[in-house]
């Protein structure tokens, strides 16, 4: 069974603590609204914003 995105997301984000700033540079979401996020602190991140964390994620994992 699939995870929702949210959740997805904040998992793949909990796991890569440390890389934030990469992530919020290659996202383009800033890395103080990734630390709410995964903090449970923004009710509806909307799906672009998870769409576009999941790609950089994915993105910045494949680069190392």
């Keep these: 069974m699939n995870k929702p995105l949210d959740a997805e997301v904040r998992d793949l984000l909990d796991a890569r603590r440390g890389s934030w700033r990469q992530l919020s ?37 494949a680069q190392g």
């Design 25 to 61: 540079e290659a996202s383009g979401i800033s890395h103080s609204w990734i630390s709410q996020f995964v903090r449970n602190k923004i009710p509806n991140p909307g799906y672009a914003t998870l769409t576009k964390l999941r790609d950089a994620l994915a993105l910045t994992q």
